[in-house]
């Protein structure tokens, strides 16, 4: 069998330093004088512990899921192990809390927590022992306990201990839902105006870092290790714990190799060397906790498997897992729940989905062999109709939605209706009803109960792009602001969607210099286009990252942005949704640049052509390529009244639907192109509202270029 594709995890302590030292770059004060040690996984990796990083777990977690499995080819298994490991640039792997969450859909303890037991039986390191004769309280998030066996008198488990299998903290839900305030009172009361060692820890998880920063303790002192950089959540609760009068200082050291320049002896030698032996992570399962899951009925084990290749972007492979825990002569002795061959159904409606095609998906969750099941599938239901030619009918049933969670006191229902709101939210704007969709969906989220992560960042995206498109940047700003750090615990197509409306907008209000645009990079827009294509490869996801990238590239500089968008030309303009429209509308435009305007106008008539129900649901593409084409129209003859009068028409229309930045790109062309004088003063108006590219649009004399407009996406 091949070798499988190693886990992403921290360096091994040998592969960081080539040698140790013998001069401790750490004062001494800051053990003298200490009282509190923060401590993460990183302290376990060292021999003889060998423990694995949370990485490494969720590969031994995904490893034991398969092994339940004897049917599955080696190319999917490979395939799936790449997916999760992902690229280390961006962070794109799935997270072992990730890996957890849509195992606990179908498993259920104990055999959800077996992957933890390869915790047990470990022995300390050079690293623990020292940590123990400090003789200071030690707060981890591990679950090991290998402190205690240390010799720690006073270790406040945050996240559980192996020990006590149902303490342990493992879900992102559970992440979420904070610490409880039991732990938040025993964190404050070691942490509170103290000097706090931070060790091995990566501030990644989402309920202690927080509290430490509440904390505010008196003096943190952070190791990183050698080639390590610090998380973007730890470098933003640096800089809060500054702020409120807390002394951090960051040192990038080797900490056993700090522990034994400051308290080496000839006793702990032999512990010490030991540590900076390369030994391989523990990753074999005990024999009891690996034959856990082969008790679980087939179904279920299958059922598990779709759900993860589906997170994992693997959609027809997850497709294919989904329906054979529905089907086959084994499991008629194996029968599933009615909830859980909903959810399988429910996985291959959004394969279907995601391989665009909404009809098969339509079919798939109208027509199941399960009672209630319409009801409960309602959601999938509107989101598929959505994609439809019939987005009226998802209207109707978004609003049947919203009205059930209105009079509802069931948690779900209210839930339900919040997503069904954020739904209606992004079509509006499409057809250019931000403002009255704005207004209304803020009334539904009153309504709320708790969304999970992948959900809340949904409806952080489409506020933020409702917030774009009437021209409030700041409000934009601060929901993607908010919604950064859920980033990486939704899936692909979520995160893509997100990053393109953050760079979307960044592009929108910028202004670009000598080659760049604040705030955007050539590394974020190909992280973008890495999301768009595990979102789904030649999908909507992946037409929009790609054009965005264009664009973006082209405001940055590269001036190839045209060639670009022609190679996705044979498939991206097949696409059957408003990201078609967004292409497009792109290309048109490259080709105004170009001086090509057939080629503009064969664009613009594509998106004009299309049928009533299809035009009127993206009314805000429709109106651009009418924008376009009028201001094309003027710009290659002054004297077109025609063309001059549409574009009144346009920025009229763009002003009554309260769509700022549109009605300034319409206004923009018309004083460039000499038909209406703009002011400075209304030159400066536009600046205050961080309108800069429409600002600096209009000042563009006749026959030079502007750069594109994304004001549609």
Same mark, same amino acid.
């Given at each position: 069998?091949?070798?499988?594709?190693?886990?992403?995890?921290?360096?091994?302590?040998?592969?960081?330093?080539? $040698?140790?030292?013998?001069?401790?770059?750490? &004062?001494?004060?800051?053990?003298?004088?200490?009282?509190?040690?923060?401590?993460?996984?990183?302290?376990?990796?060292?021999?003889?512990?060998?423990?694995?990083?949370?990485?490494?777990?969720?590969?031994?977690?995904?490893?034991?899921?398969?092994?339940?499995?004897?049917?599955?080819?080696?190319?999917?298994?490979?395939?799936?192990?790449?997916?999760?490991?992902?690229?280390?640039? %961006?962070?794109?792997?799935?997270?072992?809390?990730?890996?957890?969450?849509?195992?606990?859909?179908?498993?259920?303890?104990?055999?959800? %927590?077996?992957? %933890?037991?390869?915790?047990?039986?470990?022995?300390?390191?050079?690293?623990?022992?020292?940590?123990?004769?400090?003789?200071?309280?030690?707060?981890?998030?591990?679950?090991?306990?290998?402190?205690?066996?240390?010799?720690?008198?006073?270790?406040?488990?945050?996240?559980?201990?192996?020990?006590?299998?149902?303490?342990?903290?493992?879900?992102? !839900?559970?992440?979420? +839902?904070?610490?409880?305030? $039991?732990?938040?009172?025993?964190? =404050?009361?070691?942490?509170?105006?103290?000097?706090?060692?931070?060790?091995?820890?990566?501030?990644?998880?989402?309920?202690?870092?927080?509290?430490?920063?509440?904390?505010?303790?008196?003096?943190?002192?952070?190791?990183?290790?050698?080639?390590?950089?610090?998380?973007?959540?730890?470098?933003?609760?640096?800089?809060?714990?500054?702020?409120?009068?807390?002394?951090?200082?960051?040192?990038?050291?080797?900490? #056993?190799? $700090?522990?034994?320049?400051?308290?080496?002896?000839? =006793?702990?030698?032999?512990?010490?060397?030991?540590?900076?032996?390369?030994?391989?992570?523990?990753?074999?399962?005990?024999?009891?906790?690996?034959?856990?899951?082969?008790?679980?009925?087939?179904?279920?084990?299958?059922?598990?498997?779709?759900?993860?290749?589906?997170?994992?972007?693997?959609?027809?492979?997850?497709?294919?897992?989904?329906?054979?825990? *529905?089907?086959?002569?084994?499991?008629?002795?194996?029968?599933?729940?009615?909830?859980?061959?909903?959810?399988?159904?429910?996985?291959?409606?959004?394969?279907?989905?995601?391989?665009?095609? /909404?009809?098969?998906?339509?079919?798939?969750?109208?027509?199941? /062999?399960?009672?209630?099941?319409? +009801?409960?599938?309602?959601?999938?239901?509107?989101?598929?109709?959505?994609?439809?030619?019939? &987005?009226?009918?998802?209207?109707?049933?978004?609003?049947?939605?919203?009205?059930?969670?209105?009079?509802?006191?069931?948690?779900?229902?209210?839930?339900?209706?919040?997503?069904?709101?954020?739904?209606?939210?992004?079509?509006?704007?499409?057809?250019?009803?931000?403002?009255?969709?704005?207004?209304?969906?803020? =009334?539904?989220?009153?309504?709320?109960?708790?969304?999970?992560?992948?959900? *809340?960042?949904?409806?952080?995206?489409?506020? #933020?792009?409702?917030?774009?498109?009437?021209?409030? %940047?700041?409000?934009? @700003?601060?929901?993607?602001?908010?919604?950064? $750090?859920?980033? /990486?615990?939704?899936?692909?197509?979520?995160?893509?969607?997100?990053?393109?409306? @953050?760079?979307?907008?960044?592009?929108?209000?910028?202004? /670009?210099?000598?080659?760049?645009?604040?705030?955007?990079?050539?590394?974020?827009?190909?992280?973008?286009?890495?999301?768009?294509?595990?979102?789904?490869?030649?999908?909507?996801?992946?037409?929009?990252?790609?054009?965005?990238?264009?664009?973006?590239?082209?405001?940055?500089?590269?001036?190839?942005?045209?060639?670009?968008?022609?190679?996705?030309?044979?498939?991206?303009?097949?696409?059957?949704?408003?990201?078609?429209?967004?292409?497009?509308?792109?290309?048109?435009?490259?080709?105004?640049?170009?001086?090509?305007?057939?080629?503009?106008?064969?664009?613009?008539?594509?998106?004009?052509?299309?049928?009533?129900?299809?035009?009127?649901?993206?009314?805000?593409? @429709?109106?651009?390529?009418?924008?376009? !084409?009028?201001?094309?129209?003027?710009?290659?003859?002054?004297?077109?009244?025609?063309?001059?009068?549409?574009?009144?028409?346009?920025?009229?229309?763009? !002003?009554?639907?309260?769509?700022?930045?549109?009605?300034?790109?319409?206004?923009?062309?018309?004083?460039?192109?000499?038909?209406?004088?703009?002011?400075?003063?209304?030159? =400066?108006?536009?600046?205050?509202?961080?309108?800069?590219?429409?600002?600096?649009?209009?000042?563009?004399?006749?026959?030079?270029?502007?750069?594109?407009?994304?004001?549609?996406?």
């Amino acid at each position: 069998m091949p070798a499988r594709p190693a886990p992403h995890s921290r360096n091994h302590p040998a592969d960081r330093k080539s $040698e140790t030292h013998s001069e401790a770059l750490i &004062p001494s004060h800051v053990f003298e004088d200490l009282d509190c040690v923060l401590a993460g996984a990183g302290i376990s990796f060292s021999p003889p512990a060998s423990l694995p990083s949370g990485d490494a777990l969720a590969h031994v977690a995904w490893e034991w899921m398969l092994g339940s499995q004897d049917d599955l080819s080696e190319t999917l298994r490979e395939r799936s192990f790449a997916a999760l490991q992902g690229d280390s640039r %961006y962070q794109s792997g799935l997270r072992l809390e990730q890996l957890m969450e849509v195992l606990r859909a179908v498993v259920s303890a104990p055999a959800l %927590y077996a992957p %933890y037991e390869l915790l047990r039986d470990a022995s300390p390191n050079f690293v623990h022992e020292q940590l123990a004769h400090l003789d200071v309280p030690v707060v981890t998030v591990n679950i090991d306990e290998l402190l205690e066996s240390a010799g720690c008198a006073i270790v406040e488990h945050l996240h559980g201990r192996i020990s006590d299998p149902a303490s342990i903290v493992t879900t992102i !839900s559970q992440y979420s +839902s904070g610490l409880g305030r $039991e732990s938040v009172a025993r964190l =404050e009361a070691v942490m509170a105006d103290q000097r706090v060692l931070v060790v091995g820890y990566s501030g990644r998880d989402r309920d202690v870092l927080p509290a430490v920063v509440d904390a505010k303790p008196k003096r943190v002192t952070w190791i990183v290790y050698p080639g390590e950089k610090l998380a973007p959540e730890v470098v933003d609760a640096h800089a809060r714990l500054s702020r409120q009068g807390s002394e951090v200082t960051v040192y990038e050291v080797d900490i #056993a190799d $700090e522990l034994w320049a400051h308290f080496g002896a000839a =006793e702990t030698q032999e512990l010490y060397k030991a540590s900076r032996v390369k030994a391989p992570m523990r990753t074999e399962l005990p024999p009891d906790a690996a034959q856990l899951l082969s008790t679980y009925p087939l179904p279920k084990r299958r059922l598990a498997i779709a759900l993860v290749l589906f997170e994992l972007g693997l959609y027809s492979e997850s497709q294919q897992m989904a329906r054979a825990s *529905l089907r086959g002569p084994a499991l008629r002795a194996q029968r599933s729940s009615e909830d859980e061959k909903r959810l399988a159904r429910k996985v291959i409606a959004r394969g279907h989905r995601r391989t665009g095609h /909404p009809y098969r998906a339509v079919a798939r969750l109208v027509t199941p /062999p399960t009672r209630g099941s319409l +009801s409960a599938n309602a959601n999938e239901l509107a989101t598929a109709l959505a994609q439809t030619a019939v &987005p009226a009918s998802a209207d109707a049933l978004d609003r049947l939605i919203i009205s059930r969670a209105s009079s509802s006191a069931v948690d779900s229902h209210v839930r339900a209706g919040r997503r069904a709101a954020i739904r209606l939210l992004q079509r509006e704007v499409a057809r250019g009803n931000s403002r009255e969709a704005l207004d209304e969906v803020n =009334e539904s989220r009153l309504l709320a109960g708790r969304l999970d992560l992948g959900n *809340l960042l949904d409806e952080r995206t489409w506020l #933020a792009d409702a917030h774009r498109s009437v021209g409030e %940047y700041e409000a934009a @700003s601060l929901l993607l602001r908010q919604g950064d $750090e859920d980033r /990486p615990y939704a899936d692909f197509s979520q995160q893509a969607y997100f990053f393109a409306t @953050s760079i979307a907008l960044t592009l929108a209000r910028g202004e /670009p210099t000598g080659g760049s645009v604040s705030g955007v990079s050539a590394g974020d827009l190909d992280e973008l286009l890495h999301l768009g294509e595990r979102a789904g490869l030649r999908g909507p996801e992946h037409a929009l990252a790609a054009t965005l990238r264009a664009v973006g590239q082209e405001f940055l500089g590269n001036q190839q942005a045209r060639s670009d968008l022609e190679a996705l030309r044979p498939w991206a303009s097949r696409l059957d949704n408003p990201v078609r429209d967004f292409y497009l509308l792109q290309c048109a435009q490259q080709a105004w640049r170009a001086g090509d305007t057939r080629a503009a106008n064969t664009d613009l008539t594509s998106v004009r052509a299309r049928k009533r129900a299809r035009r009127a649901a993206n009314w805000l593409a @429709s109106s651009a390529a009418n924008a376009i !084409s009028a201001a094309m129209r003027l710009e290659l003859d002054a004297g077109d009244e025609a063309a001059a009068r549409e574009l009144e028409t346009l920025a009229a229309a763009y !002003s009554q639907r309260q769509l700022g930045p549109a009605c300034a790109w319409v206004e923009a062309n018309l004083h460039r192109l000499g038909a209406r004088n703009m002011s400075g003063a209304a030159l =400066e108006a536009l600046r205050a509202q961080s309108w800069h590219y429409e600002a600096n649009f209009a000042l563009l004399p006749r026959g030079e270029q502007p750069l594109p407009w994304i004001m549609c996406t």
